[in-house]
């Protein structure tokens, strides 16, 4: 069920899910589809938040940690948790969450700054804060999820 | 929607390109004195149809050019003109010259205007040269060639000319007929004067304004049959006074002359004596005047109920177009590579349906298991016939080698002759697009390195001009292209004195023939005294090399002395499946490309010897390998396996560089569709790319040249390259 | 009711050229490679006028003609000669062989309509 805040001009719907216990929400324009783990084939010398590639539809699909990426303890995927697949400029990458919690619907003056005692870290990735029901929600920006450069992974 | 004209631009550039090759072919058949008398034909026509579509979108400079061409090849046609070999050293040039106008006006860009003011000048004096030849025109300042036509004109009959004269009654105006659309209309049918005869016009004060008193006088200067006037005055013939006086001679009048401002002429022949007119008579359909254009009685066209929606007719034309045409059909290369893509996918699900009904236990003889080997079998069909729609013949890279030989012969002074053969060799389209760097590469080699002078040649007593033959050739599953010259062969002892100044090989290395053949494929081997800007801008053999293995190809050289040497370059029939090895690696399963593997080892514990902690070396007939861990190399563990304990593979990568991969197991052959990591991923170091294994899991492919490379630059790092003799050339 | 016209030309862009240029005055168009292939064509089709090329492949544009009166039913089917061709003598081969016109190329779409019409009227 969307859970509806203010809707006007700016509003835009986005999908939250759980990574450890923290929430997060990326735009759902983003999102081709949703799907459950499957074991991915490591990558050699990938970064350690990418868990490997997996076989979507006989495209090779690059998975990545989301909780690694953002700093957090890495996941133990099981066949409970989900690959969300998104649509980054002209690839496709997946990342794994724990679980998709929520679709809200939020406009601009909804969404907070982060505090600025933040890391670098939360800079990279974080666009704002969400307040929802008493939970609080990051809203997250995928543009560098993957590793910019070859420098990045050697 | 796409523009008619620029298709149809397009296509004349093709066919250019169609035209351009079928005129080198054929030239070069006359030079070798293999042509027949319809290659000459086939050259003519070739020009000649060029000059044709170059003149419908007002290519001048081609037209001109190609006509000039064009005379000459036609004095050669009709026996005028002997084609010497002087003559025919000016055509292919010629030839070369004329692709370069299409190039340039299909891309936009200038030409040598040199280059084809001496070609044009060298023509003159040929068809100059040529019995009773006319001069040909330097430069004819308008695109179309001067007319020859007159001739036929002089005796030609006065046109004819039909008397009309025409009197409205009242009713046609009461009818809202206009005698100025009529006559407007009457004026389509050819040149026309009118006289207006107002001679019965009353005084206006008695003047009817609906009566009618004028009468016109017309001269209608056309060769359309009486019905077609009649046509013009269908709604008004019981309306008016109407007398058609026709010409001395109806129907259309011979020798009748059209000319428009373009050069287009359009001329009627007088029947031939005996043609039956009778049916086709104009007399005979005058009394139809519901069709505009009558038809012959002999013709049957089926007629549609209603009338067709322009789409539908345009429909209708193309499917008549394609059936009458040829039987071959052009499709968006596009569309053709997602088919690839489908049958790919096609191919990996049926793998892995196959792997489930194993794992479910299914019994091999259940009808289950034999419907899924009908459905295997049908899927490698499928997979074959989609590969063939996008095999190509070699011979358009073929093609382009004539020129390059004429260039590179050019420059270095010396006599070449090239043979092709087994042109009509079919590749995929995408290992076509890369053979033809390699393929260059190697010719001009062959010339520049392969031949020697003219002068060492007759010294030798070979004739002076040397010979470079390129071959393709089918060979178990993969295209083999050999380049062969019959020059004098691989100087072994300036290649050996050269690996070793160069430190590729220890001064006391023992190389067998073949060996030290091949130590011209060793990066930065170059035997040439100076750097040539003609065999490849300063790059060797090695560069070829590369690029070869890059492709899953292999290049060898066999030399005999004197006598020549020969290239032979193997290549897989197509880069979208790779046939190769299922191995594993600590845990990991990787596919290793067939091509690279040389052999397989079973390493014993007293070949292997420790330059380090890192490396191992493999003492192999005489020559010590790198040994390199694959699952170490990329990565997965720290940990090096027992070289004993494993399988070794003995790989060859870029520029014959030798090592001994080792893995936990081998599992098979098997062909795997390629998958870019670089689409969603990026590249990643030590994988070339990616495939779908029968379980739907993702296997990588080994870059073979990678990890070798890798291997080699440790083991430089520890070791002084002279502590490891014959590495290379092993 | 169209007017059938019979193109042969050996080349494609020609073709197309007079196929654009016929389709667009309203012709129904059939196309033929070269004098073999029209006179495939001929077996199946009975076109109001025939306009074809001289230098072609396997039968040129003088060979179709001779065929094309050989048949006593094609005698009175118009043939016009659309050519690059300027040589007097090549047009009057043509003209023994029977062709009713001779076009002299680049031609002019609108001129080479009307000639149509002309010779199919």
């Not at chain 2, 088919?339 to 299914?362: K, P, T």
């Not at chain 3, 168009?29 to 492949?57: C, F, K, R, S, Y």
Request: with cysteine; aromatic share 4%; glycine share 6%.
């Amino acid at each position: 069920m969307p859970n509806s805040m203010q809707t006007d001009a700016n509003s835009r719907e986005l999908i939250a899910f759980r990574v450890g216990r923290q929430e997060f929400c990326i735009n759902v324009m983003m999102v081709r589809e949703i799907r459950g783990w499957t074991a991915a084939t490591a990558l050699p010398r990938a970064p350690r938040y990418v868990r490997g590639v997996i076989n979507l539809r006989g495209a090779v699909l690059p998975i990545v940690d989301l909780a690694v990426r953002l700093g957090l303890p890495a996941t133990d995927p099981t066949e409970r948790n989900v690959i969300i697949v998104v649509q980054i400029a002209h690839q496709q990458i997946g990342l794994l969450v724990d679980a998709v919690s929520d679709i809200l619907t939020a406009s601009d003056s909804n969404i907070q700054t982060s505090p600025d005692v933040s890391s670098d870290l939360v800079k990279t990735f974080v666009k704002g804060l969400l307040p929802v029901d008493g939970r609080m929600i990051s809203l997250i920006g995928l543009d560098n999820v993957l590793p910019a450069s070859e420098l990045e992974a050697a | 929607m796409e523009d008619p004209m620029a298709a149809i631009r397009e296509t004349f550039f093709q066919e250019c390109e169609e035209q351009l090759a079928e005129l080198e072919a054929g030239l070069i058949a006359m030079e070798n004195g293999t042509a027949e008398v319809e290659t000459v034909n086939a050259v003519f026509r070739a020009v000649h149809s060029m000059k044709g579509g170059a003149g419908i979108f007002s290519l001048d400079a081609l037209v001109r050019f190609a006509h000039v061409f064009e005379t000459a090849l036609d004095k050669v046609r009709s026996g005028d003109l002997a084609a010497t070999p002087p003559v025919l050293a000016v055509f292919l040039r010629a030839a070369d010259v004329l692709a370069d106008l299409v190039r340039a006006a299909r891309e936009g860009g200038s030409v040598d205007e040199t280059r084809t003011a001496a070609l044009v000048e060298e023509f003159n004096h040929i068809n100059d040269a040529g019995a009773n030849a006319p001069p040909v025109p330097p430069a004819p300042a308008a695109a179309p060639p001067p007319e020859t036509t007159d001739g036929l004109f002089e005796d030609a009959p006065q046109p004819p000319v039909w008397k009309i004269v025409f009197t409205p009654r009242p009713e046609l105006y009461a009818k809202a007929n206009e005698t100025a659309l009529l006559l407007r209309e009457l004026s389509r049918l050819g040149e026309m004067r009118v006289t207006l005869d107002a001679a019965h016009l009353p005084d206006l004060n008695v003047l009817d304004p609906e009566g009618a008193y004028l009468t016109w006088h017309i001269e209608l200067v056309s060769d359309c049959d009486e019905s077609a006037i009649q046509h013009v005055f269908e709604f008004v013939e019981d309306d008016c006074t109407l007398e058609i006086t026709p010409p001395v001679a109806p129907g259309f009048a011979p020798g009748t002359v059209i000319t428009g401002d373009n050069g287009f002429k359009f001329e009627f022949f007088p029947p031939a004596e005996d043609e039956p007119e009778a049916e086709a008579a104009p007399e005979a359909r005058a009394p139809d005047p519901t069709t505009e254009a009558p038809v012959p009685a002999v013709k049957e066209i089926p007629v549609p109920a209603a009338p067709k929606s322009p789409a539908v007719e345009a429909m209708a034309a193309k499917a008549e177009t394609a059936a009458a045409v040829s039987a071959t059909i052009r499709v968006d290369l596009d569309r053709v590579d997602r088919m690839i893509d489908l049958v790919g996918e096609l191919v990996i699900n049926e793998a892995m349906l196959s792997q489930r009904v194993m794992e479910a236990g299914i019994n091999r003889a259940s009808g289950v298991a034999m419907a899924l080997e009908e459905l295997e079998h049908l899927t490698r069909e499928i997979q074959d016939s989609v590969m063939a729609i996008r095999a190509q013949p070699v011979r358009s890279v073929f093609q382009r080698m004539p020129r390059l030989v004429r260039e590179v012969a050019a420059q270095t002074g010396k006599q070449v002759r090239l043979i092709t053969e087994g042109e009509g060799t079919e590749v995929d389209k995408t290992v076509i697009e890369r053979i033809a760097d390699p393929l260059t590469h190697m010719i001009r080699n062959a010339i520049d390195h392969g031949l020697e002078s003219t002068e060492k040649r007759l010294e030798a007593g070979k004739p002076a001009e040397g010979t470079v033959k390129l071959t393709a050739l089918h060979r178990s599953g993969r295209i083999v292209l050999e380049v062969s010259d019959d020059g004098g062969g691989i100087n072994r002892a300036r290649v050996k004195q050269k690996a070793i100044e160069n430190g590729l090989i220890a001064p006391d290395a023992q190389l067998s023939e073949e060996e030290i053949d091949n130590l011209i494929f060793l990066p930065g081997f170059s035997t040439a005294a100076k750097v040539s800007d003609i065999s490849g801008r300063g790059v060797g053999m090695d560069v070829v090399k590369q690029s070869v293995t890059a492709l899953g190809g292999r290049i060898s050289i066999a030399s005999r002395p004197g006598r020549g040497s020969t290239f032979t370059l193997s290549l897989p029939l197509t880069l979208a499946v790779l046939d190769g090895m299922v191995i594993s690696a600590h845990g990991h399963t990787l596919i290793i490309p067939l091509g690279a593997i040389v052999e397989t080892l079973k390493p014993r514990a007293q070949d292997v010897f420790p330059l380090d902690r890192e490396i191992n070396v493999l003492a192999l007939r005489g020559g010590y390998v790198p040994m390199v861990d694959v699952a170490a190399s990329l990565g997965y563990c720290d940990q090096f396996v027992e070289p004993e304990q494993s399988v070794a593979l003995l790989v060859e990568g870029e520029g014959g560089v030798r090592a001994v991969l080792l893995v936990d197991a081998i599992h098979g052959q098997r062909q795997v569709v390629i998958k870019s990591l670089e689409a969603n991923y990026r590249a990643v170091p030590g994988i070339a790319a990616a495939t779908v294994m029968g379980d739907g899991r993702v296997a990588l492919i080994l870059d073979v040249d990678a990890v070798v490379r890798n291997a080699r630059s440790e083991a430089g790092r520890v070791e002084a390259r002279a502590d490891l003799p014959a590495l290379e050339a092993n | 009711m169209s007017t059938t016209v019979l193109t042969v030309d050996d080349s494609r862009a020609m073709r197309d050229m007079l196929r654009h240029s016929l389709i667009a005055a309203g012709f129904r168009v059939l196309q033929a490679e070269d004098g073999v292939h029209g006179l495939e064509v001929l077996e199946t089709e009975t076109p109001d006028v025939i306009v074809t090329d001289i230098n072609m492949p396997r039968m040129d544009g003088f060979g179709f003609i001779e065929a094309v009166r050989r048949d006593e039913t094609r005698r009175a089917m118009p043939v016009l000669v659309l050519t690059t061709e300027v040589d007097v003598e090549k047009k009057n081969r043509a003209r023994a062989a029977g062709a009713t016109g001779w076009i002299v190329k680049p031609f002019d779409p609108v001129k080479l309509v009307d000639a149509i019409r002309r010779v199919a009227a």
